[in-house]
């Protein structure tokens, strides 16, 4: 039986966690958000579509796994 998959825009996936889309472009693509893993271009093209599953279990396991760690502003973790 093959995955379900479900394909989001950056407005849907933006809807979805509660974040600014501008957030997501800026801030998460490319650095937390992996081409690949959590996005795909379609045929090669500019457009990119989210994969849901991929972005919410990473949410869940960095959840559990980093409650201990605060962000710092240069990207760094402090371990509490």
């Known amino acids: ?3 379900k998959t479900t394909y989001m825009t950056t407005d849907e996936l933006a ?3 509660k974040y600014d889309a501008r957030t997501i472009r800026d801030q998460l693509k490319d650095s937390v958000l ?3 893993k959590h996005y795909i271009r379609p045929f090669g093209g500019r457009k990119i579509l989210y994969l ?3 972005i919410e ?3 869940f396991q960095h ?3 980093e409650s201990m760690m605060v962000p710092m502003a ?3 973790v ?3």
Do not use: F
């Open 34 to 36: 992996l081409e690949g």
């Open 74 to 76: 240069n990207g760094g």
């Open 63 to 65: 959840s559990k796994v």
């Open 57 to 59: 279990k990473d949410m």
């Open 1 to 3: 039986m093959q995955e």
């Open 15 to 17: 809807a979805r966690i």
């Open 52 to 54: 849901w599953e991929a």
């Open 78 to 80: 402090c371990h509490g």
